[in-house]
């Protein structure tokens, strides 16, 4: 198994990256509501100015047919022809909205408006003093010239986007001020957990070579009890030791995978944690039949060891641990605690525990996913709550294929 | 439109040609006289009726009249409502003509035809001189 060096140092918690990333998304849909806003008043106010200066040129057209209809309407009906002017196209309504004579493309007008947009048009109305051949109302209307709003769309655009970058970066600074501390704690306890695993190693084989190496017969009863005693806790920091070696240490190496007899793996591994079953008073019921897998011993070893040690460490006293192998799955039940279904999905993060009564770092079985996940194996947690928890390791297809 | 006129009154001179030219010719010719003022009569609507006639009497244009009102009264409604309100109630400083047209021909007195006469009249005035429709 193998693991990038940077991976190892700089990568978050899940969890940890989770909120960076909500915190991100948020920050970024604020930021874009903010630069809309802002593009959005500046369309408007460069649409005003557009606007006004419409409205001085189209009042100044609107004053030269205002004289021409004064013209009409003291000549009519001798002259009955209404002015027109290529500049722009023109409409005179009575003051009950009714038209009197109209040139404009746009029929679609708004009397209560003084200046408007209309399709491609802009309308501008000038209601008369002198309500020259009964029209209350005159329309002056010309074709929008569209250059400014495509300038105020490219600045819009321009501008918008180097804002959004700008401060998607000062977004992206913050967020990781913000979980600087909550990093910078993280990779202290990696290093503290190195270190002291490193420490851990020589005095921890010395007890359980020693413990290995005294003859029981030759103790008293009370001595022998206490033997024992210091058997189980020396096997529990043992399998402690070994998930902590492999996540700090041991996760960058190579993995030499063999073709492993499972039941004999399985077997060995419950010979091993027997004393610890035996101090709970707990009942081991075994199901295995021979099984084969091609991985790496020490990764196998800790998945079982993981699923054991919890199934002991999570279960009552006097329980019961069910073991069951067959070619393509192994099982691990206990009779426990359970897990709560608010936690069973976070079991496989890391740092995550069942409950606080239990000793232990919760990175057990975050080292049992990161196996299984490297061989493309599957595993699975079903469990009530008071009732107990069974683990199901399904490694037969994939397993064997590697 | 204030000024109405009675038109058309019954000759009698054939009385006093009864003798010369005998009683059928002189009866004929009272037909068709009353023939011709009955037929002149019913050509002339009510606008003619009411306004036309009195202002020619007076040499007072209705165009001009109509451009004055359309330049104050603009749509059809307020010019009708507007226009019936001064006929009934003339005032010199209601009126669309100027100073020195009221100085000329002074105010006209108070109308007293019926309302549904005067709107009638009013609306043939409007259909008569509006510029809707008749600009090109």
Sequence with gaps: MSASKSRATNTFLRSERKSLFRFLGVYALLVMLLIGLVGYFYYQSQEKLAFSAYRIKLMEYATDQIKRLHYLHDHFPERATYPRDDRFESAIYDLEYVPIFSTLHETRINLEEEIYRVGDRIQFVKILDNYYLGAKYLIIEVPEDTEWFVATLRTIEGYGLGALVLLMLIGLYLARLFVRPMRHSILLLDQFIKDTTHELNTPLSAILANIESIDPEGISDTNARRLGRINVAARTVSTLYEDLKFATLEQEKETEDTGLDMDVLVRSRLEFFEILMQSKKLTLETDIAPATLRADRRLIERVVDNLLSNAIKYNHRGGTIRVRLTQRRLEVADTGIGITPEVLPHIFERYTRFNESEGGFGIGLSIVRRIVDHYGMEIKAISNEGEGTVFVLLFGHNGNEK | ?136
């Design chain 2, 1 to 136: 439109m204030r000024y109405t006129k009675r038109v058309g009154c019954a000759t009698a001179h054939h009385q006093n040609t009864r003798n010369q030219n005998g009683v059928q010719q002189h009866t004929l010719r009272g037909l068709m006289a009353i023939l011709l003022i009955t037929a002149t009569l019913s050509a002339q609507d009510t606008f003619d009726r009411v306004c036309v006639t009195c202002h020619i009497e007076q040499k007072i244009s209705l165009r001009q009249t109509f451009m004055n009102a359309l330049l104050v009264y603009s749509g059809r409604e307020n010019m009708k409502a507007g226009l019936k309100y001064f006929l009934r109630h003339p005032r010199r400083d209601s009126s669309v003509m100027g100073e020195a047209f009221l100085d000329k021909y002074g105010l006209a007195k108070p109308l007293t035809i019926d309302d549904a006469t005067l709107d009638e009249a009013l609306d043939i005035y409007w259909k008569r001189y509006t510029v809707q429709g008749k600009l090109h």
